[in-house]
């Protein structure tokens, strides 16, 4: 069977322990199939070998609030200890600390971020930042969570473009960051805007850098920026999983990238067994 191959890159996967720093509870309001609740990303988990996973409602992003899809993450996902719930806070709202302080007494890990979604430019967010840094928190942008190709267009989000992406990350300096869904060539603009070199403490996922294997490659060559995210189930975890697994980089460098540098940010250890 011609799928064969990959079947084996997909078990192969499954032994890295991985961290899927990019999923989502709920409805993409613009595919009916792509729908995840925990019982579904549990089973993602279990089939892939996935040790955690990261993890906000779709409903903070489409909704009135962001208070509703925190609640539900947090209600079906704070006591399971595959999942790490990171509430979604909007800077332009006026409560956004109240939010945050909240979330984090209910048992939120991180913080994510949605400028295209929720209508601001990034800059907006360097309050969120500082809050974050101040408590030890990563901070997620989610700089994308769609092919902006085949975007709905009756929805156009405004993507933070590479020079307000610069800024936005010396401003924050000091902070974790997580960038989530920019294209490989996307920070290959952005780095010109950074001086000398990225902030320390900056890490890209790579569901968006889907592309020619020499993409995965070459990320080998600074393992310690990137992590392992699939955008589930706004997209399918397997091509990003398949460019790990088939790619050349080293042992070392594919488990940091798989897991390792996901667990490092939150301080934790080789996960145990899947729930």
């Known amino acids: 069977m011609s799928d064969v191959p990959a079947r084996r890159l997909l078990s192969s996967f499954a032994e890295a322990d991985a961290v899927d720093v990019s999923c989502h509870l709920g409805q993409w309001p613009f595919r009916l199939q792509a729908c995840a609740d925990a019982g579904d990303l549990r089973a993602y988990a279990r089939s892939h070998g996935i040790r955690a996973i990261w993890v906000s409602h779709l409903a903070a992003l489409f909704g009135f609030d962001t208070r509703t899809g925190n609640e539900a993450c947090l209600r079906v996902c704070a006591e399971d200890p595959l999942f790490r719930v990171f509430a979604v806070v909007d800077p332009t709202d006026e409560m956004w600390e109240d939010e945050l302080i909240w979330a984090l007494s209910e048992g939120a890990v991180g913080v994510r971020i949605a400028p295209g979604f929720h209508g601001y430019r990034l800059r907006q967010a360097l309050p969120v930042a500082e809050a974050c840094r101040a408590r030890g928190l990563p901070l997620q942008v989610l700089v994308r969570l ?14 933070p473009h590479e020079e307000e992406i610069a800024a936005f990350l010396r401003g924050a300096s000091g902070a974790a960051v997580v960038l989530s869904g920019l294209r490989w060539d996307e920070w290959q603009r952005v780095l010109p805007h950074l001086a000398d070199a990225p902030p320390q ?12 294997f020499a993409v995965a490659d070459a ?39 798989a897991g390792g540098n996901a667990r490092r940010l939150l301080g934790e250890a080789l996960g145990a067994a899947i729930p």
Do not use: C, K, Y
């Not at 403490?201 to 020619?212: Q, S, Y």
């Open 146 to 159: 769609d092919d902006a190709r085949v975007r709905h267009p009756r929805f156009q989000a405004d993507d």
């Open 201 to 212: 403490g900056v890490l890209l996922d790579l569901w968006h850098v889907n592309g020619p």
């Open 219 to 257: 990320i080998g060559s600074e393992p310690e920026r990137w992590v392992f995210g699939s955008g589930m189930p706004v997209q399918a975890p397997e091509p990003t999983m398949l460019q790990i697994a088939a790619s050349d980089l080293d042992p070392a460098a594919r488990a940091a990238i």
